[in-house]
Each structure stands twice: as C-alpha cells, then as structure tokens.
C-alpha cells in the first residue's frame, strides 16, 4: 500500500540504500505550470542541514521522467525520481541480526522475511523523498488554483514549549505580510521554530547528542485559504485524511484538530464557534477552537493541526536487543548515521503529505476540475 | 464517501429521523457464526441508558437482510437496518434556519444546499447506529478467528482524570480473567470509567447539566491478542488507518497511540522499547511505549489509543447565531432531546471502528482469509 | 466484491429467497429530484410479463429508507430496498446437492462452503434488483444533468438475427422523434426487439420452450448525448469500463463497441472515422466505426454497445451431473420457475449497468459536480 | 487512472517521445525470485522484429529502481523504468494540428488542452511497456504459486481464418509437452499464428503495407493451471476484471470468454457444461464451453479470452481531416513510423494484462499471501 489518495494519488518507491526513490504523481489535472524546479525546492527543504540532522548528505537532485509537455502539467501521471549517491550498505552489517528498538527492523524481517535491513531499506526516513516530490506537485495545484499555504512550525521540543502557537497569534495568521515573514522566520532557523527561546532548545539537543540520546518534539501546521465545504462527512472527513497523512510520518504517535485534547477539558460553551454576520452579510465566526473543520467539512477558517513525533529510534547508547543469529539477548550501539532529532525535517515531509490530502479532497469535493485547469 | 475499509468493507446510511439506518457488511468471510444477536448486543451497549444521555429512547432492534444462512456468513454482503421510531422532527423547527454553533449544520448546508436538519440529518450520532452493526460483525469476525478483544473505557471526563490506565495497569492485560472483571466493571459503570474517582466525575456533569452546558473527555483503547505483522508500512499504517477510524467519529479531535504526545517528550533511550529472547525464545519487549505497533506493523503487544472528545455541542444554554432566513444575527437555545456528554457511549462506536478497521487489515495483510473461514 | 463505481458507487445486496434485495447508493450529488417513482418505473421494466419469463411474479415494490428530503437528494447514501415476497425455497431441494450445469451452483459451494443453494441464492438473476434500483438513479441524473439516453435492445434471439441495429438505422438516432418512437416500440413488444422479424423470433424460442430448452441473443445498446471527454485513457477507458459493467451481468459472454468483431476484418482506411469542420465549424465524424469512443474518451458520437447472452442454464431436459451427497454421477430435470430465455429481461439490467459507469465516470472526469447540483 | 488492480497494483507512466516509460509494481508479495531478467524477457518479445511492425528500433533495456533485495521480492514496490532513446518528434509535426483519423489525438486534445501530440504522447503504444513490466512480475508470481500460463496467439488477421484455435485443439492444452511446443511454434513465428495458412495472412498483410494501409485481427489467450475460486460473484467476476483489462488495451474493440458470441446462438442444452465424478472423484466437465468461468468464478478448467483489434489507425494513405490552426477542413498521409498491424505486438501486452489480473485476484480470493511467501 505505496498509493495515497483516490483521486490525485501519489505513489512512492524506492529504499534508503537502493538505486533510486521516487514517486509517481497520477490524477494532476493538465495545464498546471510546473517545472523540476518546483519540486526541487521542496526537496531541498528537506535536506539535513544543520548540526542536528544526519551527516549523510545527498544532492537529491529531482529527474522528471513524465507527464509535463512546454512546462505544463498533461494530466498524464509524473513520474520523478532522485538516484540514491552517497550509499554506505557497510555501515548497517551489525543491524543485519540485531534489529533495533523502536525501529521497524524486527517487525519488517517478521512480516517480510526477506529485509533489506540497509539503513532501514524502506523504513527509512529517505523513502519520504518520494512524499515530498508528491507534496511539490499537490502544493503547487493548491497555491495555483486557490492561493492555499500549508505552513508547518515547531511547537515544542522534548519539554520546551514555545510560545508560538496558532492559538497564541491567531492574528499574524490572518495578515498575508505577516504570514511571508513568519514563514522566513521559519525557514531561516535550524529547528524551524518561530520562538525566542529557541536557543534554550538547541542546548537541550545538544545536550541529548552529547549524551548519544534523541529528542522528540511537537510540530503544529496550519492551512490557510482553505474554501468553505472541503471534505465529506462520515468516512472521508478532512481532519480524518488528514489525521491519517500525518499518522503515516514514520515517528508520529499522535495527531490533533484545532483545540484537540484540550478541548475534552472544556465545556460546550467554551469549546463552540459561535457565528455571526459581518457588516457585508458574510459569515463569520467569534473563534477558530474547532481549528476549522465541523462535522468533517472545512469552515473557511484556517485549519489548525498538530502531531507529537517521538525522538529518533536510532540512538548510540548502548540498548538490549536480540541476535537473530545467535538467537542470544545481546547489546547494540548504533553506528551509521542518524538525526539526534527529526522534528525539523518532519516538516516539509508533513506539509506534503497535507498537500497531497488536501489536493485529493478538493478534487473529490469538486472545487478542482479532475482533468483540466 | 460512507464506506470504509477495502477488503473488508462497510457501508453505511440513513438520517436521524429518515425511516431507517443501517449498514452493509462486505468482504466478510463465509462461514461465520453470525446471528441478530450478535448485533443486538452490540447496538444494546450503544443505547442511551443513564442520566447522563438523551432521553430518546429507540429499540433498536436490528433485522439482517442478506448474507446469513443457516446462521452462518455465505460471503454475500449483509445488510443490518434498524427502522427509526421515536420522531420527532417538530423540535427541529429552529434549527431549520439557525445553525448549531459547534455543529455541522451550516456547513452542510452550504456544502450540499438541501440539508436534512431534522436532528441534524446525516450528521447525527444515530447513524452510528450503522458502524455498530458493521463493528458487531468485524467483532465476530475477530474474536471467531484470533480471540482478538478491543476493550474502551474512559479515563477522563472534562478535567477530571481517572487513575485507571494502560500504563498504569498493564499488569491487568496481560491477566485473562483481570481482563474478563475490567470489562465487567466498564460496562456496568454510567460512564465506562473503572476508576475510584467516578463520583467526582458525575457530579461534574451533574453541574454542567444545572448550567445547560456539556462535558467532554478522553478514551483509551486496548487491542488484545493482535498477531505480529497486521499493518502495511508507508501508506496503510496499522495506527494511522487507526487514528482515521477514530477521527471519523463525530467530536473526536485527537488521537493517540501509546505513549501519544508524552513521548514527544521523552528521549530515545526513554521510548525505545528494548527486546530480548525468554526462556523459550520467544522474542519479548522490556516496555511497551509504542503501544503496540513499530513502522505502522504490530509487534504483538496490546495496542494502545486514546480519542480526545469535545463536550456535545448542542447545549441549552443560550449563544449567539446567524439567522439564514432573517439574514440577522440571532440567539439559539437549543432543545430538542441531547447527551450533556457523549463520551460513555462514544466507546462501542469507537471499539466498532476498530474492529472494522483491524478486520479489513487482518484480511488485507494474509491473516484472515478473504472469502471463506 | 459488491459494489459498483469509485464516485458513484453502487453496493447491491440480497439474496433469491431471503428476506430482501436492495441497493445502497453513494455519491450521488445533493439536490437532484428524486422519488420512489423514478425508481419503481425502472423496477417494473425488469419484471417478468411475458410467456417468455418465469412465472414467479413479484411485486418488486420499492421503499427508500435513507437519503431523500422533500423529494431531492442530499448527498446522504440512498438505500433502496424490495422485500422477496414470492418465495417457494422448496422447489430448489434437489439442486442442494445436484448442482445444475452452466450454473454457479458448483463454484459457489467450492469457493464459500456454505451455500444459500434456494433459487440460486446469491448468483440468481434477482439480485439485479439491486443493479436496477442503482442504474435508476444513475439514470436520472444523466438525463437531468445531460439529457443522456441509454436505449438497449434486442438484436439477436438464437441464430436469427433483426435486421435493426444501429449501423442500418443510423439516421434515426439523430432525430428526437424517431428516437422517442423507437423507444415506444422496444418497450411495446415482448422480447424488446424493434424488428419485423420478431413473430419468427417468438416462434423460435417457443419452439425450445417445448423442448424443455432454452436460448440466448445479443442485445445493442446506443448511449445518446454523452458528451465529448468522458473517460480516462489507459486504464479507466469509457469502453473498458462499459464493457467490465455488462460482463458483470450473469449469462453475458462477450462485449463489443463499435463494429466490434467485425472491425478486425477492416483496413484501417474502412475503419478509421475521418473528420471535418460543419459550416459552424463544429467538430463532426464521416463515420462512427469507433462506437463513439477513441482512446478510451468519448468522442461525442453515439456510443455503441453489444453484448452476447447466452441461454438460461436452467433447463427442464434432463442433463448429466454429479451428486454431492451420494458422491455419484446423477442426471438432474431442473424444476422451479426459470426464464426460457432472459434477453429481453437483461436489456433494464444492461441498461442499469450501463448509467452507473456513466454516473462514476462523468462525476470522474468532471462534468457532473461529485457533491451538489 | 494509470494503476490497474486492487491489491497488486501496477502504475505506469511515460510517453512515447518524453524520457522514459515505465512501471510502479506495488503489493507484491516478498520472498518471490525475481530479477531483471525476468522482466527483460518480456519486453523483448514486446519489440517490433519483423517486417510487419514499426521500423522504430528501441533497445527496452529495464532498470529496477527498488523493490528487489538479494534477488528477491521484499514486499516493497518494484519500480522499473525504461529510456527512451529512439526519439523524432520531428517527425510529428505535422499531427502537432491535424489530428489522425481514428486514433485518440483529438479527443486527448479536447480532453486536456496541453497535449503532447509526440507519437501520440500517451496514447502511444510505447506505453505498454509499463504494462509489459508489471506483467512480468505478475506472471512470475503466477507461474512461481501456481504454474500458471498464459498463452497468447493471433486466430484472425483480416478476413483470413486460423484453423487453430482453443476449441479446434483442446487435447493440445491437457498435454504439457504439446503447450511447449505449441508456445515455441507461436513465438518463432512473426505474427505470433500456429496456423497452416500463416502464409496467406502474409500475404494480405503485404498487400495492404502496399496500399499503404493497415490490418487488424483477432487474438486468443488460453489460461492454464488456474485454481478452482478464483473471482468473486456480482461486481468482481473473474471474465469481467479480464474484459476490462483486455478492452484498456489500445485498438481492442471487442472481447469474449468461452464460446462468446457463438453462444448466443447455441440451446441452454448445447451450451451447458455437464459434470461427472472421474473414477478418483474428481470434479470433471464434459466440455468447457463456459471458458473455465461460472458466475464470474474459476471452474478449474483452461479460460478462454478472445479479443478483436482493429486495424492500426496510422496508414500513409492520405485521409480527411481537420486543421485546428487553420480552422479548415485538410487531409492527411501519416509519416512517422508506424505497424501496419499491431496483432502480434498486442499479444505480450495482452498476456501481461491478463497477469497482472489474475495476481490481484487471486490475492483477493486468497491463493496467494498478500505480504509473503
């Protein structure tokens, strides 16, 4: 199960350590402007880049195989891939028998019996190449067609909130020139965290590297321009797709709408959006706490998001595990190359698999044309 | 979009005071036990019971169309339908052009244009009627085959939280006979809460009930005796099919599994959950803080949820609204027949979609035989 | 594997002798004009009327439980549903364990083990109702949104053959009168065959009657107003998908579009349809050899369909074979109430079949909106 | 919609003149022995050779991207691509505005605007490799589990008959040597005919590249070794999954299972397939009339497919058409390079389609494990 969505389905391949990763895009509709360039952006997003992220560096430079003609979209399925270069299958051979905890080699070997155990083969965080060149081609539609930004931050890292949060500044969100400069802000930090006490954050990873540990972290993302009626009830609702995107990020554990688990600790009162009209008859709501989505259809308001990614499995203290070769308990201390935390990447990987939801659900709810823009 | 799972898959219908709701059952193997009773048993425990629910009171009495014979499953799809016999549509006159703050109402209204409001149409809680009969046969279906039990119970109730928990108690899920008195003492308890501190939880909501306002809560889920190996990595997660599932229930704004958002603060040597051989080398872990599932596989342990719910949106107490025949801003106090909280008997509604969920996967992954038992 | 369409979904249910057969429609778009007529109108076209068809007569009223407000839809699935009223389970003791040649009695009992062997149970031709209720709806939305006809009709009985089909009779398909006049006639006459050979016909098939036989056709169906566009090339082709929905139906062994068969015998220079510009510079074909379908897309001629149908298997001639229960070579007479021949009776199921894919495939490619007129 | 199947997937991708074709594999059960070769072979029957195909000569040299670890399946999707290297877009320039009679350049172009009218872009019959590869792995699947074999071969060409056919030699198919023979007499002739009169079909083939025009024909596929209980009843039907399969390839225009057409002139009494107990009571037909198919369900028996291909749409001959830059009624003579006759080029793409079917039902009727074997 490599597809995600119905009606603009991404599939992804590829493993960390084989030829190549990619994804197959199939459902864009033609006459989208869209060039290896667009994806290639989101792709270098994603790259490890600071001190906390893996020291395994790719170029990741993106090949489209198929589906554009004069720089537009056809509607026939793209295909683009990314060859695999600074390959070290070496590095893995203690991992050949003794699976790591809180990894899925144990699980995969159990399951598929013949496990391409390098560098976690297809569990591997680099599978999600694939994710954001599909992520790249959904953004695009999105922004073309109806100017929606999905735009994913850090929250909290191990037990360091920020102070940022959507519910904090619900006002920058609704200021397009406040939004450009939140999303450089972004950008330009190393754990894409809008906070001031980012520092304090970065000593506390460092902390945890020093200690041959890993941190996890909380990410929120935010949609806006989302239109009224995206979704449907029942079984397709947008916070459900949505929910299972991200819940299908390798290190997710948990995912929230709008005031999420805090709103079991409200009373209706507090938790319900009331409405009114404004001046020019358009209706609007008193609060954002549903965090834009009732009964599984969008509101109009900014779709408000957050997932708890737990730290990085692959740690160098030493753990106990098994040998499946010996068939003895037995010590590892992983070798190979790993992010001390993974909560910053997880970001361009999360905003594309938002992208990719959101661009299936706007076709299936008919606010995009299936076929041709 | 009201079908959920692909090889086993249900599908359902019906409005709040429409004739009937209902589902079908396709995809269940041949050859399974399967009487009314299993289903009225199951739409029995989703019955409103105590003071803390609606004062409608339905019989619920299902009758299966197809797909039994001779008390056993042919493979043919069943078809459960429960006529509705409690009507009262006139209570919903105010709704007809005042949408419910918190509730669906507006946004089918724009998203569909002709919009049965009659207690709240197709966005009701009665049409969960249909998951229960569909979750009724995956229960079966589960238990016939693998002794599978998915047990819910509250753990919190506005701000109130139990001392009774997975992590607290894992001791107990590992206990048949424990297991057999927790089940017990959930279903006879008001709110499915097998704590020490469920008098201080309903007089919580005996209070909000005096101010005409509603409660909301947490659930936790436990998946006992589920094999090795059910889920598909990447895109058909076991969690993340999960976590949609149970973000297709109405209220539901978040979900978890194992340790959730606490692990985001835990570090990698916290949360791993390390392996070794026993005595007669049978691969066991030290910790279960995944909650059952590594890579979107399970890895045999109970698989652990929890569900945020919000507090019911329709409250008697009075907020502000649109008119959309006046085209004014308006008031609502709504009466009509309402649960001041939902989160008791949002727990067979949940373990229903669980059950769906892990069947469809159980077949899906090679587990349980597609057409015949 | 009961459901029909990926937009438009049709899941049809039930059995010959259980307690109902009924259809659940999903996705179809809120505020079409819908009532039980529209549907009963189709219900009583599929009944048996002549001495043709078996004699067990049905009422086949229909009730809709789910999905209509103030007679329109509201994007709610539609169950329809038809209680078996006319059941004699006893006739069929002698095929419990004789399976009757060209029949699925046997492959059923291998594949499921526990068979609902009365009437054919499952694999009887009355669970079309269910298709029927289904193709009812697809119908009315094609013509309330396109103005689409879909005319089936008999062109074949046995080895005589009607001199009407569509490449004699172009004309009359592009002229509204003739076309409402042919209708007239196709529904007028018992075996739908608008030809001035049907006396002969008739006699044939009562000649088999006699011998205890039974006898097969083949049946056109033209699709009028498609628009140009419909259908996705590769592996949702217009025709592929046309010709998978009539191979679904029991007793069809082979489908063709255009000149079909006979198109293999062409040159390309016969076969291809040349093209000009009108004098309002319209788009038209010299020919329609395609069958209104190149590429897998609708070209916006007629679309031209044929189906092969072979003769009821029930039969009361005594035939060879094997006994179940005694483990012995057995002969069989079959009893029951069998149609001597089903033709006339497939064409509302063909044309059912037919308007679903339709309905799927134009929400699929985006002529009708998937979620509201 | 370029994937096919449900549980094994195939996704293709490419056009004839961008930078390469190819196939996305997913849900392929590990642990099967699989290497390039397996897929190479394939496609190098696929190849134009003689002179009744294109002069255009492309190596279809396969590369696998993913999915293979030790040589071996790891349940990971197999991508597996193809360069294009033989490219002339020059050659299109004049069908870049005057579409070609009969084939899907103007509906393309109506359908989706920006079309990539090089060698038809995607409606080319370059495409199929992606097909050809996924049906590679799907036959190595079939033939590893099952021994199954698909055996194509052209019965028709033109007006000109084969004396060979299924139902003229049905003791070769019992008899596994006589299959070897019959397969290598089918491949070392250049239009794929076991027939006597191979020659004459040449010769009219010969004339028509003269008149410089083009051919169709008629293709039989026999499959061997498939299980009882393969296909599912109702919307799953084994002959209509093949059908739909079968009609997405280009140039098909009619498809038959068992005696088809003929069958329709037959009496239920010469049509039915009788049973017996063999002396090992073993389930045994008297004839196979059905084609190894009953209520859309495997007998056990060989399944016989038949489809009509018209004749290639590109033929020098100079045809009517239109002019879209001038808006004028124009002609046109087809360069490029083209087959006069595709017949014996469709019958790899065929058979692949046929496999990669039968892997995803019989995964969904449960012969073969989804994840493992």
């Not at 589906?67 to 683009?80: Q, R």
């Not at 081609?137 to 922004?143: G, R």
């Not at 499946?324 to 992010?339: A, F, P, S, V």
Request: overall charge neutral.
């Amino acid at each position: 199960m490599n597809t995600f969505g119905d009606m603009f389905r991404v599939t992804v391949f590829g493993e960390s350590h084989g030829k190549a990763v990619g994804a197959v895009i199939d459902g864009c509709p033609a006459n989208l402007p869209l060039t290896e360039e667009d994806i290639q952006k989101e792709l270098d997003r994603r790259k490890p880049k600071s001190i906390f992220s893996t020291p395994r560096r790719e170029e990741d430079k993106v090949e489209i195989l198929s589906g554009i003609f004069e720089n537009k979209t056809t509607g026939a399925p793209i295909c683009g891939i990314v060859y695999n270069k600074n390959i070290r299958p070496k590095d893995y051979e203690e991992i050949k028998y003794k699976p790591r905890p809180g990894h899925a080699d144990l699980v995969y070997r159990l399951k598929y019996k013949n496990y391409d155990y390098r560098g976690g083969g297809r569990a591997s965080g680099r599978v999600t190449v694939g994710h954001v060149i599909g992520g790249a081609v959904a953004k695009k539609l999105l922004s073309y067609t109806y100017n929606i930004k999905i735009i994913g931050y850090t929250v909290k890292i191990g037990k360091i909130e920020s102070e940022f949060n959507y519910y904090n500044n619900q006002e920058i969100f609704n200021n397009e020139s406040a939004v450009e400069e939140l999303i450089n802000k972004i950008e330009n930090n190393p754990l894409r965290c809008p906070s001031i006490n980012e520092k304090e954050m970065e000593e506390y990873i460092l902390k945890a590297i020093e200690e041959k540990d890993s941190v996890g972290g909380v990410v929120e993302i935010v949609i806006l321009n989302l239109p009224v009626g995206v979704g449907n009830p029942i079984f397709n609702k947008l916070h459900a797709e949505l929910g299972r995107a991200l819940l299908s990020i390798n290190a997710v554990k948990g995912v929230e709408v709008g005031r999420g688990f805090k709103s079991s600790e409200m009373f209706g009162s507090e938790m319900n959006d009331e409405m009114y009209f404004d001046d020019e008859k358009n209706i609007k709501f008193y609060s954002n706490n549903s965090g834009g989505v009732l009964g599984g259809i969008s509101t109009g308001q900014p779709v408000v998001l957050r997932i708890a990614i737990k730290p990085t499995p692959s740690i160098g203290k030493r753990q106990r595990t098994i040998n499946l070769k010996t068939l003895e308990n037995d010590y590892i201390e992983i070798k190979g190359r790993h992010d001390p935390i993974i909560v910053p990447r997880v970001i361009p990987v999360a905003e594309a698999m938002v992208a990719i939801t959101l661009a299936d659900l706007m076709i299936k709810s008919g606010f995009i044309h299936p076929c041709c823009l």
